[in-house]
């Protein structure tokens, strides 16, 4: 597996809790939902393969 990158991310907190949500509903992490959002709309923009944007 590839090594992550780490960075700090200032979120508005409607945002974050709207995310919290969604990873509960989905029984992920808030960082693990937050992957996957950004994984589905680098994908969804053509920006990489599906290949190279492995969803889990």
């Not at 090594?3 to 029984?27: G, H, T």
């Amino acid at each position: 597996m590839t090594e992550k990158k780490k960075f700090l991310l200032r979120l508005d907190a409607d945002v974050y809790a709207a995310l919290e949500k969604w990873a509960a509903d989905d029984l992920r992490s808030v960082n693990a939902q937050m992957e996957y959002a950004l994984k589905e709309a680098v994908r969804k923009a053509g920006r990489l393969r599906r290949e190279e944007v492995a969803l889990k």
